[in-house]
């Protein structure tokens, strides 16, 4: 079993739809996570960052962490076709990151 | 968040030879960087822990004679893929953070193509 398991999609919505995008991991040690947005062929871009359970929100993003269960989750409010990208959850544990597989989104205009 | 520059953005190199891949933190000074390597359609793996002034970390299964990593100053860390082979194609990307459990932020990558 994948210490961070993420679905790889790909995942088609229609742009203005609500899209919502989870990570499981099996690892209580992770404290700090984290979603990053990757174009394709470029370096992973940082949407946002947590440390606790609880919600952040940031724009049309929220990002939603559930330590009791083991769930992250990030929210695209107002879908855009600029929002059509990979995206990446990943948790830190001693500095490294641990890296879910990515999904891949598509924002149809 | 910090500013990482990465060169060459992309690299076509004939089998058998080195390429060296540079990675600078703009704008503060970093005393650990991470390399990465991303297959396509696959996430980041993490390769090593660049350290400044020491000796780098591999992880598990990374060949540290292959893949020699630099970390002479605090604002650049140097990947150097040896003897290059087919294999070793893929995405190269180098990270930064301002300290343990902070957040990482990357540089635009590296697509390394063997010939």
């Known amino acids: 079993q994948k210490e961070v398991e993420q679905d790889p999609g790909p995942l088609s919505v229609p742009e203005g739809a609500i899209v919502s995008l989870n990570c499981t991991y099996s690892?209580?040690?992770?404290?700090?996570f984290m979603w990053y947005r990757q174009y394709s062929r470029k370096g992973p871009e940082l949407l946002m960052y947590?440390?606790?359970?609880g919600n952040k929100e940031d724009g049309r993003f929220t990002a939603q962490v559930d330590k009791s269960s083991k769930y992250i989750s990030l929210f695209i409010r107002d879908s855009q076709p600029s929002d059509s990208a990979t995206y990446l959850c990943a948790m830190s544990e001693g500095g490294k990151l641990i890296f879910g597989q990515g999904t891949e989104l598509s924002v149809k205009p | 968040g910090a500013v990482v520059s990465q060169h060459p953005s992309r690299v076509i190199c004939k089998s058998g030879t080195s390429v060296k891949i540079e990675c600078r933190s703009l704008?503060?000074?970093?005393?650990?960087m991470f390399w990465y390597r991303q297959f396509p359609k696959q996430s980041l793996m993490l390769m090593a822990t660049?350290?400044?002034?020491?000796?780098?970390?591999?992880e598990q299964g990374v060949e540290k004679d292959k893949f020699l990593i630099n970390h002479a100053s605090l604002t650049l860390s140097t990947l150097t893929v040896t003897s290059a082979h087919p294999e070793d194609s893929s995405f190269y990307i180098c990270s930064v953070g301002q300290g343990p459990n902070t957040e990482a932020f990357f540089g635009q990558g590296t697509r390394l193509t063997v010939v």
């Open positions: 947590t440390y606790s359970s």
């Open positions: 660049s350290n400044e002034g020491s000796k780098a970390t591999y």
């Open positions: 704008d503060f000074q970093a005393t650990t």
């Open positions: 690892n209580s040690a992770f404290q700090y």
